[in-house]
């Protein structure tokens, strides 16, 4: 059982239960805020009321999936904190799922084929982006399992009129579903795949830097 939470874009919040002797993964509960400016207001009512939807209690949890995302500075650690405290204080494992990964999973799992580029909004007129194989219908998933794409390139960093990859398909990642990435850490629990580093994936330095040391006063 796991609690995933992810604040790269709005904030969103999901228990998912999987593992051994589960054949079908499921999201048990999900809370979502789309709100990209007040991830740190709502962050705490959503984590009650994904476990309340869920009906599951904070010791029947076994791990804590962040979203690393890439996303912009601001929000982003409000999710990766509050993911690591609660993971701190449940005792249970922190497990960091790179963003762009749901966003892929989903539209796999809705049928979409092919090379996808999920692209978000970086702000200052960037975009980040990642490409990813869904493959051809003949590679969808068997019935009680999950396939996740491969991710080829990303993320990165470009204008908008400069992503690589002109001839894949693009879609817009303004929102990512913690339900969707409980599946993808399920995923990679289950087939030993390879976690994201835990560092968040802001891509570049936050606007607001740390004093080298006291300014001079003059008159």
């Not at 809370?31 to 740190?40: N, S």
């Not at 939807?53 to 962040?66: I, R, W």
């Not at 922190?94 to 090379?115: F, N, W, Y």
């Amino acid at each position: 059982m796991l609690l995933a939470i992810d604040t790269s874009a709005g904030t969103s919040v999901a228990v998912v239960r999987g593992g051994a002797g589960i054949q079908n993964p499921q999201v048990l509960g999900q809370a979502d805020g789309f709100d990209t400016m007040k991830h740190a207001e709502v962050i705490g009512r959503l984590i009650e009321g994904a476990l309340a939807e869920a009906g599951v209690g904070v010791s029947e949890l076994t791990g804590v999936v962040a979203g690393m995302g890439p996303g912009p500075f601001t929000g982003l650690r409000v999710g990766i904190a509050a993911a690591r405290v609660f993971a701190l204080g449940a005792g249970v494992p922190l497990l960091p799922i790179v963003s762009h990964d749901a966003i892929a999973l989903a539209e796999a799992q809705g049928g979409a084929t092919g090379e996808l580029l999920v692209v978000t909004d970086a702000r200052r007129r960037e975009v980040y982006w990642s490409l990813y194989d869904l493959g051809g219908r003949e590679q969808q998933a068997a019935e009680g399992s999950t396939v996740l794409p491969p991710r080829l390139a990303g993320p990165g960093l470009a204008k908008p009129d400069a992503l690589p990859h002109p001839h894949a398909r693009i879609t817009d990642g303004a929102h990512v579903s913690a339900g969707q990435l409980g599946l993808v850490a399920l995923a990679l629990l289950e087939t030993g795949g390879p976690l994201a580093p835990d560092v968040a994936l802001y891509l570049r330095s936050p606007d607001v830097t740390v004093s080298a040391g006291a300014k001079r006063v003059t008159q």
